[in-house]
């Protein structure tokens, strides 16, 4: 059976409403959504890749929380299922979350060195990772590299580093 998630109002509020992955979702009713940005001491963002089956998109850490994990246990869990990290909640600083008509999110940023040799990505999921410049992800926005929502999480992370440097 397909995976259970709850479903939130436009307000960000949990619902007693779940849905099973793949259902539609009914009227007024939303999924959340998290996602984590990952940056190094020398400012350079962890990216991670799709298997073709998935896309095969570039992008960050994210996923949908399980029904009754909190979208930070939710982002906890996603970071250990496809990079095999263990992150505590206190490594997270939530800098974005709304509801934008089509789904509710939540963003965080984690500012930490990580070897790409201790990444052990979910290999269904994931078929690489690595470290991108900000003038390589500039490049990937203006060749379409990047979706319209990882680029959305870029622009917000970026002005959320020039307030909190």
Known sequence: MAELRDLYDFH???T????????????????MVVMVVIRNSEGKFLMQKRVPSKGGDWGVTGGHPKAGET?????????????GLDFSKETFIQY???????????MYYVNKDIDLD???????????????????????????????????CFVKVCRYLERHP
């Not at 979208?71 to 990079?83: A, S």
Request: glycine letters at 8%; a negative charge.
């Open 12 to 14: 960000g509020n949990k």
């Open 16 to 31: 007693e409403l779940t849905y099973h992955k793949g259902d539609p979702i009914p009227e007024g009713y939303y999924p």
């Open 71 to 83: 979208p930070m246990e939710g982002i906890v869990t996603e970071v250990k299922e496809e990079l």
């Open 96 to 106: 974005d979350s709304g509801c934008d008509g089509k789904d509710c999110f939540k």
């Open 118 to 152: 201790d990444i052990m990505i979910q290999e269904d999921e994931l078929s690489e990772v690595r470290w991108f410049s900000m003038d390589e992800l500039q490049h990937m926005v203006e060749t379409h590299e990047l979706n319209e929502d990882q680029i959305a």
